[in-house]
């Protein structure tokens, strides 16, 4: 009996544990943000399946538990896969400024955008669907790139703008461009 009232005590803690520590919440966020058309409070927690909602104006960013943090700005994103080791987030409109922490070897953090995947570790990068086209802009560290078959990387102070033409190439540009983008979001 004692072993039996042990192990309901220790699941009832492992239970109770879990839900302090989400893998990702909302905080600061400006406007009225939405998770699945409910409205947002700071700190709210955002999980696998949901679809977070932005209205043109508004601005709000994605914490995570290991320190990763996407700053969404007019956008919606489907949270397509999300724990601890694996994470996919679909860009269906506006923009996204990522910034992951260096990840280890069987972790993945993953943007997709208009058939576009980018992943990295250790890296910022800024992701815009602009409907017909994703413009990738990479801060610092390297981003891979993948449509279809193709893939490239950029690195820091590089960019990318990937249409639905058979090819897609990229340039550098100044360290001043990807600042005036962060002052923009």
Known sequence: MKRVL??????????????FLPVA???????????????????????????????ASDSATIQFQ???????????VLVERLNPKE?????????MLVNIKKLTPKELFQVRSNNVDMDSGNAEWF???MGDATRILVGKGVVRVQRLKETMELKANEEAT?????????????KEVFKK?????
Do not use: C, R, W, Y
Not at 87 to 95: I, P
Not at 181 to 185: D, G, I, M, S
């Open 25 to 55: 919440k909302i905080t600061n966020f400006k406007g009225t943000p939405k998770i699945n058309s409910e409205s947002v409070i700071d700190g709210m927690e955002v999980a696998e399946g949901n679809t977070v909602e932005l209205q």
């Open 6 to 19: 042990m192990a309901i005590f220790l699941l009832s803690l492992s239970i109770h544990a879990s839900g």
């Open 162 to 174: 990937i249409s639905k033409l058979p090819s897609f190439e990229k340039k550098k540009v100044k």
């Open 87 to 95: 994470t996919l987030l679909k860009l269906e409109k506006g923009a």
């Open 181 to 185: 983008t962060l002052k923009a979001l």
């Open 66 to 76: 290991n320190g990763h943090t996407v700053k969404l700005v007019g956008a919606k």
């Open 127 to 129: 992701v815009n669907n």
